[in-house]
C-alpha cells in the first residue's frame, strides 16, 4: 500500500521596503541651534517666526525630540544623517540667524525661501541625488552650496542675492536652472565633471561672474540674459568635452570659451 504524505508550503514573507520616518533631536547652546537626524528619513519644517526666532516642525511623520520653539537663534546646523532627508526653511519674518547644512548621504532636498535671510546660507553635501530649491527669497549675506557628487537639481526663482552666490555641484550629471533673479554681488558657479545642464533665464548679473561646466558633454541655454559690460567680464567655459552652448537676448560683456562648435 503506498502512502502519500503531503508537503506543506510555507511562504516566508519579505523585509519591508518601507522606510520609516525618524527622529530629529533639537539641542540649543546659547545662540546655537542643531538638529541631529537618525538614519531614517527626516522630514523637518523650520519657519522663522522672528529675527532669531524659530519653530520646527516634523513632516510625514518625523518626530521631534526638544523643544519645537527656539529663541536668540544665531546658528543653525542641519545634521539631519543618514537617509533621504528634506528640509523646508521658511520665512515670513526675516531671519537674521546663519543656516548650516553639513555633509550627510543619501538623496537629500532643501527648499529655501519665501521671506527674507540677513544670515549667511551655507548647505555642505556628500554623494546623492541632492535638489536644492532657492525660492522667492531675498538673501542678504553670502549662499554657498556644495552638492557633492551625484545627479543633482539646483534651482533659484524669483529671488534677489545681495552678496555672493557660489555653486559646486561636483560629479555627477547635474541639472542647474536658474531664472527672474537678480544677482548684486558676484556669482561663481562650477558644475564640475560627467554630462552638466545649465539654464539661465530672465537675470540680471550686476557684476562679472563665471559659470565652469568643467568636463563632460555639457549643455548652456541662456536666454534673456543680462550682464555689465566692460571690464573685468564675465565668462562662461564649456571645458573638456562636447559642448553646445545656445543664447538668446544676452547683453553686456560675456566671454565664451571652449564650446563646440
Same mark, same amino acid.
Not at 527656539?70 to 544623517?81: A, H
Given at each position: ?11 516566508? &514573507?519579505?523585509? @519591508? ?19 541631529? *537626524?537618525?538614519?531614517?528619513? #527626516?522630514?523637518? /519644517?523650520?519657519? /522663522? ?11 510625514? *511623520? ?11 537663534? #544665531? ?25 548650516? /547644512?553639513?555633509? @550627510? ?5 532643501? #527648499? ?26 531675498? +538673501? ?7 552638492? *557633492?557628487?551625484? #545627479?543633482?537639481? $539646483?534651482?533659484?526663482? %524669483? ?16 541639472? $542647474?536652472?536658474?531664472?527672474?533673479? !537678480?544677482?548684486?554681488?558676484? /556669482? ?13 533665464? !530672465? ?10 561646466? *568643467? ?8 536666454? !534673456? ?16 568635452? $562636447? ?7 544676452? %547683453?553686456? &560683456? ?5 564650446? +563646440?562648435?
Amino acid at each position: 500500500m503506498s502512502l502519500y504524505r503531503g508537503v506543506g508550503l510555507v511562504v516566508e &514573507s519579505l523585509e @519591508s521596503r518601507c522606510q520609516p520616518a525618524g527622529t530629529v533631536t533639537v539641542l540649543q547652546s546659547g545662540g546655537i541651534v542643531r538638529l541631529l *537626524g537618525d538614519a531614517a528619513n #527626516n522630514d523637518v /519644517a523650520l519657519t /522663522a517666526t522672528g529675527s532669531n526666532t524659530l519653530t520646527i516642525a516634523g513632516l510625514s *511623520g518625523t518626530s521631534i525630540s526638544g523643544p519645537t520653539t527656539v529663541m536668540g537663534v #544665531n546658528r543653525v546646523y542641519l545634521e539631519l544623517g543618514a537617509g533621504a532627508d528634506s528640509t523646508s526653511i521658511t520665512a515670513p519674518s526675516s531671519f537674521s540667524g546663519q543656516i548650516i /547644512a553639513r555633509a @550627510s548621504p543619501g538623496d537629500d532636498s532643501f #527648499n529655501i525661501g519665501n521671506g527674507q535671510y540677513d544670515g549667511s546660507i551655507v548647505v555642505l553635501e556628500q554623494h546623492g541625488n541632492d535638489s536644492l530649491v532657492l525660492t522667492s527669497g531675498v +538673501f542678504t549675506e553670502p549662499v554657498i552650496i556644495r552638492t *557633492g557628487s551625484g #545627479n543633482d537639481n $539646483v534651482s533659484s526663482s %524669483a529671488s534677489t542675492f545681495w552678496r555672493r552666490f557660489e555653486l559646486s555641484t561636483s560629479r555627477g550629471s547635474d541639472n $542647474v536652472n536658474l531664472s527672474t533673479t !537678480n544677482f548684486a554681488d558676484r /556669482a561663481v558657479l562650477h558644475t564640475d565633471d560627467d554630462n552638466d545642464v545649465l539654464t539661465l533665464t !530672465n537675470l540680471v548679473f550686476s557684476t562679472h561672474s563665471r559659470f565652469d561646466l *568643467g568636463t563632460g558633454h555639457d549643455q548652456a541655454v541662456l536666454n !534673456n540674459v543680462t550682464f555689465p559690460a566692460g571690464k573685468p567680464q564675465s565668462v562662461i567655459i564649456g571645458g573638456l568635452g $562636447v559642448d553646445t552652448l545656445s543664447q538668446t537676448a544676452v %547683453a553686456g &560683456s560675456l566671454v565664451v570659451r571652449d564650446f +563646440f562648435p
